[in-house]
């Protein structure tokens, strides 16, 4: 099916002006214009943009998507690109984790530090980040 840019944007579950943006990000490619100017879109490019909503859903900025999709765009080496693409982003997940860890650690050390009465006006939570 081909749609307009209204029936596109609600087709995706988003707005015109995130397919403009897009567009502008080079994340989709410049539309079919009829004769009239309108902006024409195909089931690809709902596909397109759903993969792209579902791996900002996965936590990859928009930079990441845009490399990511030159190698799903590219018919070469195709595979081995995106093992190595997803092999990176693993890592700085596991990293992401690591550090979340530690804070939450640290959160629970100051938890701790709290006495039992509330209502104090000196607080070692404030004392110690201090």
């Known amino acids: 099916m081909i749609y307009r840019i209204s029936e596109f944007a609600n087709k995706c ?9 897009y567009e502008r990000k080079n994340l989709l490619q410049e539309p079919y214009r009829t004769e009239a100017g309108y902006r024409m879109y195909s ?10 909503k579902r791996i900002q859903e996965l936590g990859f900025s928009l930079s990441e998507i845009y490399k990511l999709l030159g190698v799903v765009d590219k018919d070469e080496v195709r595979c ?6 997803v092999s990176k982003k693993q890592e700085e ?20 530090r709290c006495p039992d009465e509330k209502q104090l006006h000196s607080c070692p939570i404030i004392e110690t980040l201090t």
């Open 43 to 52: 089931d690809d490019e709902v596909k397109r943009v759903g993969f792209i």
């Open 13 to 21: 579950g988003v707005n015109k002006e995130t397919i403009r943006y």
């Open 93 to 112: 997940v596991q990293k992401q984790i690591e550090d979340l860890k530690r804070i939450e650690t640290m959160l629970d050390d100051l938890k701790q």
């Open 80 to 85: 081995q690109d995106m093992f190595e693409f």
